[in-house]
């Protein structure tokens, strides 16, 4: 079957096509992407990451299937609601 392994910075974004046999977990399919990628991907945090599939969370140990997209997660600068806040709170200082 064939997954897709990605991982994406603020100035980059990799993608990776990986064949695997059924079955096959996601920790197998960061394996596989691991071993094709480059000297450019060494920021790629492919052990302490946490991973997930189209957007949710999934264990390493998972099943994979078919064109799933198995996603490497970066932790956030900063908290979307926090930062959602202290813009509402200045929004309303404006309106003042």
Do not use: K, N
């Not at 990776?16 to 996601?26: F, H, I, M, Q, S």
């Not at 990628?37 to 302490?48: C, L, N």
């Amino acid at each position: 079957m064939r997954c897709f392994v990605a991982y994406a910075t603020a100035e980059r974004q990799r993608l990776w096509a990986v064949e695997l046999p059924a079955g096959a977990t996601v920790a197998e399919a960061l394996a596989a992407a691991r071993a094709q990628s480059g000297p450019q991907d060494r920021d790629v945090p492919w052990d302490e990451a946490p991973v997930g599939v189209f957007g949710v969370r999934r264990r390493r140990e998972a099943p994979c299937a078919e064109g799933e997209r198995i996603e490497l997660y970066r932790p956030l600068e900063r908290d979307p609601r926090e930062r959602r806040r202290e813009q509402v709170a200045r929004a309303r200082r404006r309106s003042r």
